[in-house]
């Protein structure tokens, strides 16, 4: 019964709730018997906005190689173009290249908030996925310690039944 008031208490503990005892048990109960875990990006994907969706979106190819290879690809593309291709009085954009560090800049000033509004959710999918390891991990906790205290009472029983069993013996 100690173990029992133990598993009780961490469990108050832990949910922070006055309870009586009888809802304790029942809380116990649907802790051990009942599925607690959730797969986090399906509560996350039903929740997610347009504008999340489009964030993740941009943030998703912003971050990858190929962008990065277009990206460099399109800069010396430019960069050529305004040097030695177009003539003089001809370029679109003349050494040291103002229009290209102007687009430069905008793209920076509007990429870097979207990346960070799409890696706020994921350290959001993040906290919630640990929240619910950490309820798998106290059902888990209390099941280990519920067939701990089973196996203890089996124990028990058994060497009771020895004890029985050889003084059977000894007065056959």
Known sequence: MGKNKTKKEIVKMLLNANIDEKDEEELLDLLIDQPI???VDKEEDAKRTTGDKIADKISEVAGSWIFIIIFT????????????????????????????????????ALQAPIIMMS??????????????????????????????????????????????????????
Do not use: T
């Open 37 to 39: 875990s959730i797969d």
């Open 73 to 108: 690809l399109f800069l010396v593309f430019w960069i050529v173009l305004n040097v030695h291709i177009l003539k003089d009085g001809q370029e679109i954009d003349p050494y040291p290249f103002i229009l290209l560090n102007l687009v430069l800049s905008c793209i920076a």
């Open 119 to 172: 890696q706020n959710r994921q350290a959001q999918k993040d906290s919630l996925r640990d929240q619910n390891d950490y309820r798998i991990d106290l059902k888990s906790e209390l099941i280990l310690e519920e067939l701990h205290d089973k196996i203890e009472e089996v124990l028990k029983n058994q060497e009771k039944i020895k004890k029985v069993l050889s003084e059977y013996e000894k007065n056959k």
